[in-house]
């Protein structure tokens, strides 16, 4: 017999199931079916919901009631589950905190342009298709860091100076802030000073301004 502590195993076991059937008056961990003959509880044992059966996945060492098969199913943290955002991956259930933090394309995960404007979070596994199909957006968040005076609508304008000069390759790498930020600024230096069409006019109305003021000195000499 086995020993477990100073109790044989089948001792224990036996006093347990004495202590549970005083204990249990709904009979919801016991079975209280009496029979008349040692065939007819021999025809019961194989189909009483009250028999004993070990939990099926592996690395559980649960003993149960066939009857709370599927309560225990349930929660087993040793059942092989989908994962709980939705990607291809079957995880432990007790693993799948860790994969959905740490490892799984579904995750979350803020966009590389935040600091600067993007808000957007994404799904880890989509994050390329999002800074591609961004773009437009993401460039005119990099010359607002660089342009910060700058209106929208000479921003805009260099934009699509800018856009006209990307080539496949600098799109490639354009995936992070730092590189995009140093494509930006080897395609300005590219294309000489940057000057603000709101600038200039500025100049030319103040030079206007000034024009009108010198004026009636002129005509009072």
């Given at each position: 017999?086995?020993?477990?502590?100073?109790w044989l195993t089948d001792k224990r076991e036996a006093i347990a199931q004495?202590?549970?059937?005083?204990?249990?008056?709904?009979?919801?961990?016991?079975?209280?079916?009496?029979?008349?003959?040692?065939?007819?509880?021999?025809?019961?044992?194989?189909?009483?919901?009250?028999?004993?059966?070990?939990?099926?996945?592996?690395?559980?060492?649960?003993?149960?009631?066939?009857?709370?098969?599927?309560?225990?199913?349930?929660?087993?943290?040793?059942?092989?589950?989908?994962?709980?955002?939705?990607?291809?991956?079957?995880?432990?259930?007790?693993?799948?905190?860790?994969?959905?933090?740490?490892?799984?394309?579904?995750?979350?995960?803020?966009?590389?342009?935040?600091?600067?404007?993007?808000?957007?979070?994404?799904?880890?596994?989509?994050?390329?298709?999002?800074?591609?199909?961004?773009?437009?957006?993401?460039?005119?968040?990099?010359?607002?860091?660089?342009?910060?005076?700058?209106?929208?609508?000479?921003?805009?304008?260099?934009?699509?100076?800018?856009?006209?000069?990307?080539?496949?390759?600098?799109?490639?790498?354009?995936?992070?802030?730092?590189s995009l930020t140093t494509i930006v600024k080897d395609i300005e230096t590219?294309?000489?000073?940057?000057?603000?069409?709101?600038?200039?006019?500025?100049?030319?109305e103040k030079v206007e301004t000034l024009n009108l003021v010198d004026e009636?000195?002129?005509?009072?000499?």
């Amino acid at each position: 017999m086995e020993i477990n502590g100073f109790w044989l195993t089948d001792k224990r076991e036996a006093i347990a199931q004495t202590l549970l059937k005083n204990v249990d008056f709904k009979n919801e961990y016991h079975c209280n079916m009496r029979f008349d003959s040692a065939e007819e509880l021999t025809e019961h044992v194989g189909s009483c919901g009250f028999r004993s059966m070990n939990c099926e996945n592996e690395g559980c060492n649960a003993m149960f009631s066939t009857r709370h098969r599927e309560k225990h199913d349930s929660g087993c943290p040793f059942k092989i589950i989908l994962c709980e955002q939705k990607c291809s991956d079957r995880i432990m259930r007790r693993d799948m905190d860790r994969h959905c933090i740490t490892v799984c394309p579904m995750r979350l995960v803020s966009c590389p342009f935040y600091s600067v404007g993007c808000q957007s979070a994404i799904p880890h596994g989509v994050l390329d298709q999002h800074c591609s199909n961004n773009l437009h957006a993401h460039l005119l968040y990099v010359l607002r860091s660089i342009h910060k005076k700058t209106c929208e609508e000479d921003l805009e304008q260099r934009l699509n100076q800018v856009e006209k000069e990307l080539s496949p390759s600098q799109l490639a790498k354009a995936r992070d802030l730092r590189s995009l930020t140093t494509i930006v600024k080897d395609i300005e230096t590219k294309l000489g000073p940057f000057k603000p069409k709101k600038e200039n006019k500025d100049k030319e109305e103040k030079v206007e301004t000034l024009n009108l003021v010198d004026e009636p000195e002129k005509f009072e000499s």
